[in-house]
T-cell receptor, first 113, second 114 residues
Framework: GENVEQHPSTLSVQEGDSAVIKCTYS??????FPWYKQELGKRPQLIID?????GEKKDQRIAVTLNKTAKHFSLHITETQPEDSAVYFC????????????FGDGTTLTVKP | KAGVTQTPRYLIKTRGQQVTLSCSPI?????VSWYQQTPGQGLQFLFE???????NKGNFPGRFSGRQFSNSRSEMNVSTLELGDSALYLC?????????????FGSGTRLTVV
């Protein structure tokens, strides 16, 4: 089955710096790659996603890049703010298994003011 | 519109008991997926229901089961509870399945087995 590895497991940055979280996946059939943000004690929330026919997608301070050949995708957060502090999960899924996705183990991002 | 509603929010059960958790998806969403979240194991897929049928199943023992009703509400059941079943159980609602629109998660049910 699909395996998703996420790095780093913890990341600490100064406010205003950039943060990058990377994920690799094993199944070349995967074609949908979302990122979720989970604040302490809250539910995971979808913050950005990318499909396999696109190499990059941006939404204000966050962006996701996808390299299908290397089977990895990354989340980029620029001008980080303390409210960006949370656990971030990447995931991978594919059409033939709609409704099921494999998540990375999460990255705890701490933004220090 | 209303979000994904999970009940109850918290449960404390004794080893050997069984438990039923409930999830009401966003109106119009037909896919409901269940995940177990633990600090050491992250988010583990349990199963997914679509139009009252189990469409996908993860690698959990048969003690974990679920069902979906005609109004798309879903329940999951865990029988013969073990201490290791203590976790946050998250329900995720989507229109057709995760690959199309992503998930909207509920707030979860925190199950503690003592």
């Amino acid at each position: 089955g699909e395996n998703v590895e996420q790095h780093p497991s913890t990341l600490s940055v100064q406010e205003g710096d950039s943060a990058v979280i990377k994920c690799t996946y094993s199944d070349s059939a995967s074609n949908y790659f979302p990122w979720y943000k989970q604040e302490l004690g809250k539910r995971p929330q979808l913050i950005i996603d990318i499909r396999s026919n696109v190499g990059e997608k941006k939404d204000q301070r966050i962006a996701v890049t996808l390299n299908k050949t290397a089977k990895h995708f990354s989340l980029h957060i620029t001008e980080t703010q303390p409210e960006d502090s949370a656990v971030y999960f990447c995931a991978a899924s594919w059409n033939t298994n709609a409704g099921k996705s494999t998540f990375g183990d999460g990255t705890t991002l701490t933004v220090k003011p | 519109k209303a979000g994904v509603t999970q009940t109850p929010r918290y449960l404390i059960k004794t080893r050997g008991q069984q438990v039923t958790l409930s999830c009401s998806p966003i109106s119009g969403h037909r896919s409901v997926s269940w995940y177990q979240q633990t600090p050491g194991q992250g988010l583990q897929f349990l199963f997914e229901y679509f139009s009252e049928t189990q469409r996908n199943k993860g690698n959990f023992p048969g003690r974990f089961s679920g069902r979906q009703f005609s109004n798309s509400r879903s329940e999951m059941n865990v029988s013969t509870l073990e201490l290791g079943d203590s976790a946050l159980y998250l329900c995720a609602s989507s229109l057709e399945g995760h690959t199309n629109y992503g998930y909207t998660f509920g707030s979860g049910t925190r199950l503690t087995v003592v």
